[in-house]
């Protein structure tokens, strides 16, 4: 671990926040920097630990890539997906606009 | 006169429909009244479906009258934790983000019980996105403990746990990242059974930590556990990280004798923080084994107390990579524009960027700002904790720190484990630190809530598979739960030794003195 006692700064936790995709009000973004703080203290404590020999392990079975043949199969149909979107026009996903300011869905 | 399905198993249930002795409609209708009659004191089901679970059994029952054959759960009522995708069901995870939501298809473990013709009655409450040990972090409020309903059922998978404790259904199906299906099954006195990593088709289980996430059977017995397990376990070519391995005759290996089993106890487990109760119920618990003809043997595992820093850093950093998906764009909640809080910027430059006109310049882009929002609104208060910490956790300068630095200890635990099988061949001891706590105890306090998965994140971690089922009960009346691990793929192992346990011992039996 980088430091013995880390401790997040609300500047950090809004940068998280936003990394996130979570819009947090002034109220939970106090509320987080405390806890967070406190909790990633608690993970630190892992920097204890020897691991200069050991190799991270991503998976409990080592598990390898899995092929199968390239052949088409069949999927869900448009209309069962699209039935659950918050917006659409039968064909696509309608979102707000990706770049600029106008253009809302 | 027909057996009342409330006080049979799910082997006799499912024997007494096959025989004709009952029918699948007056089990099925029986099991429905019930959860009416206790559901609004315990809140166990977030969704019942009686026309579906009543239309289902008539089937079963006609296909029984014309000879025709039945699966090997025929008419038998299921409660399925509502992080399975069910097609003709909402499943929502108990989350806000999800409310009504319809998957398109069903998950694999739902479609194998409806092959066993099993008839699933509703879907049963959770912590949101199965990140809680208490069913507190449910959005659609808490289920209370059948035993004592000021009290916490345990989670994630609580209402799984308290609807079979509450004979609301004879079984019930679960989901196990750090011990949601072993810790409530241990606080609401069933039998629950994480199988190993891999054994169960994950594919449809709404996924919060995919190198963990396991599905389980939770019943009254492991006699039950084992039936339904053997229905639903298996390779799935729709779930890659599925294992291969034939699936055996779990009900048949259940009476073998324990003569010579050598079960490990762990003395780190009896450290301080261990409720003195709790810990004469598992030793009262070692002292059966013995006299089944199990040897008991000090193992050690160094690493495992590690266990939760390195739980609490990988689960979370899978569970912000897996819910991203929940943009408000092909499913879930959507915030409407100009609706709800004006959320602030988040991007921490108001205060020393003189650009930052208002909060919606901070977004980036219209897009963003609704992925922003929508999010917000949809995640309770939990599920924003974990994805920030696993954010933080895997974000450019802490990667290896944090993450790459718990999958190094991961290892350590998992091989920990490797080495004590090599002279035990299971591992008993304690579910969780104590009984049933009070609704309301820690919630106010997250890492006191995370300490509770303490004896059960381990399996996780390592792949391994456990079991969980009553030992006794404190002078309190609450249930005292005793947790046996395996090596990998050794539930017939894990299912025979309970089993065996049960057949000497009544505390599963025991039923709680619920006043409805």
């Known amino acids: 671990m980088s430091s013995a006692s880390p401790s997040l700064s609300r500047q950090d936790v809004a940068k998280v926040a936003l990394l996130s995709r979570l819009a947090l009000s002034e109220r939970e973004l106090d509320h987080l920097t405390g806890e967070l703080s406190k909790i990633v203290g608690f993970v630190s404590q892992l920097a204890d630990v020897d691991t200069s020999a050991v190799e991270p392990l991503a998976h409990p079975l080592d598990a390898q890539n899995v092929f199968r043949d390239d052949v088409v199969t069949p999927s869900l149909a448009r209309e069962s997906v699209l039935r659950s979107a918050p917006r659409h026009d039968g064909e696509s996903f309608l979102v707000p606009a990706v770049l600029g300011e106008t253009g809302a869905a | 006169m027909p057996p009342d399905p409330l006080q049979l198993s799910a082997v006799e249930l499912v024997h007494a429909v096959r025989s004709g002795d009952l029918t699948a409609v007056a089990c099925t209708e029986a099991f429905l009244a019930r959860i009416e009659r206790t559901n609004g004191v315990l809140n166990a089901f977030l969704a019942v479906d009686r026309e579906g679970a009543l239309a289902r059994a008539a089937e079963i029952d006609a296909r029984r009258r014309s000879g025709k054959p039945l699966g090997p759960l025929a008419g038998l009522p299921v409660g399925v934790k509502d992080a399975l995708c069910t097609a003709d069901l909402p499943t929502t995870c108990a989350s806000k983000m999800l409310a009504g939501y319809r998957p398109p298809y069903d998950a694999e473990v739902v479609a194998r019980l409806r092959h066993a013709d099993a008839v699933i009655v509703g879907k049963t409450n959770m912590d949101e996105f199965a990140m809680g040990g208490s069913n507190e972090n449910s959005a659609f409020g808490p289920v209370a403990n059948p035993w004592d309903t000021s009290r916490a059922p345990g989670g994630s998978s609580g209402g799984s746990a308290a609807c079979v404790a509450a004979d609301m259904a004879p079984v019930a199906i679960g989901s196990d990242t750090g011990g949601s299906i072993r810790q409530p099954a241990g606080l609401c006195g069933i039998t629950g059974l994480k199988p190993t990593y891999g054994r169960v088709s994950r ?314």
């Open chain 2, 203 to 516: 594919r449809g289980l709404v996924a919060f930590a995919s190198s963990l996430d396991q599905i389980g059977p939770m019943a009254r017995s492991a006699a039950d556990c084992a039936l339904v397990l053997e229905a639903i376990a298996g390779h799935d070519p729709g779930d890659s990280t599925s294992l291969r391995d034939e699936v055996p005759s779990y009900t048949r290996a259940l009476d073998k004798p324990l003569t010579g089993l050598r079960i490990g106890r762990v003395p780190e487990h009896f450290a301080a923080g261990l409720d003195p109760e709790v810990a004469r119920g598992v030793d009262e618990a070692f002292a059966v084994f013995r006299q089944l003809g199990a040897t008991v043997h000090d193992v050690r595992l160094p690493h495992a107390h590690h266990g939760i820093p390195t739980y609490y850093l990988i689960a979370p950093c899978e569970a912000s990579s897996n819910l991203a998906r929940y943009d408000g764009a092909h499913y879930g909640h959507r915030a409407e524009p100009g609706k709800g809080h004006r959320a602030e910027p988040t991007n921490g430059h108001r205060a020393d960027s003189g650009k930052e006109r208002d909060g919606a310049a901070a977004f980036e882009s219209p897009l963003v700002e609704m992925y922003c929002r929508s999010r917000a609104e949809g995640f309770g208060p939990e599920v924003k904790r974990r994805i920030m910490l696993g954010t933080y956790a895997l974000s450019a300068g802490y990667y290896d720190a944090y993450y790459a630095k718990a999958l190094r200890v991961r290892r350590l635990i998992r091989q920990d484990y490797l080495d004590a099988f090599q002279t035990v061949d299971l591992i008993g001891g304690p579910v969780s630190a104590t009984a049933a706590f009070p609704l309301g105890e820690k919630t106010g306090d997250p890492l006191a809530m995370y300490l509770v998965d303490m004896y059960t994140v381990t399996a996780n971690l390592a792949g391994i598979g456990g079991i969980s089922f009553p030992c006794g009960f404190t002078a309190g009346g609450l249930p005292i739960g005793f947790q046996l691990q395996g090596p990998a793929l050794a539930e017939s192992l894990l299912l025979n030794a309970t089993d065996r346990f049960q057949s000497l011992t009544d505390w599963h039996r025991r039923r709680p003195p619920l006043a409805v």
